[in-house]
């Protein structure tokens, strides 16, 4: 019976020990989508932004706004921005991670692609895309990226298995 409160109160600590490494996590943070699309372009914009940022309110990642993200990388040139450029957004932000992507209308089908940089490794980004065929499922197709990114980024505070032996 004491061998089990032992147990009980290792696997108590370990777990509590992973909660306070993830509460210690440095933020992940997102630029807008670059909006490449022949029409409406402003009204796109607006919606992604809108969408993106629904995805990203049950996590700890946060949104930079449209506007001051205009102000910290260039719309207009090579997207997404290099990553030494991203490691200067970040360092004014505060993050470690940061992610930036393209939403691409061509025909009735929608792209998204993001791309996520380990600001600590920023050689080996990695990423991530969906599609939808309509405007009204793009919230849902942001909210598989967002988790496919939180899953990566989390990667090695996951407990696989407790197997406990012996006393």
Do not use: H
Not at 39 to 65: H, I, K, M, N, S
Not at 123 to 146: A, C, G, K, M
């Amino acid at each position: 019976m004491q061998a089990q409160g032992i147990c009980f109160s290792l696997v108590f600590l370990l777990m509590l020990s992973v909660a306070q490494v993830q509460a210690a996590s440095a933020p992940t943070g997102f630029l807008p989508l670059r909006i490449n699309s022949p029409e409406d372009r402003e009204t796109l914009a607006e919606r992604a932004d809108q969408d993106l940022a629904a995805a990203l309110a049950t996590t700890d990642f946060f949104l930079v706004p449209r506007s001051e993200a205009a102000k910290l990388a260039d719309y207009q040139g090579a997207w997404p921005p290099p990553a030494n450029k991203l490691q200067d957004v970040a360092e004014k932000r505060g993050a470690e991670n940061f992610a930036a992507g393209n939403l691409t209308v061509i025909g009735n089908q929608i792209s998204i692609d993001i791309k996520l940089f380990d600001l600590l490794a920023p050689e080996n980004p990695t990423f991530y895309f969906q599609t939808t065929d309509s405007i009204d499922t793009l919230r849902e197709s942001l909210i598989l990226i967002v988790d496919e990114i939180r899953s990566f980024i989390d990667r090695d505070y996951r407990i696989a298995t407790i197997a406990p032996e012996g006393n």
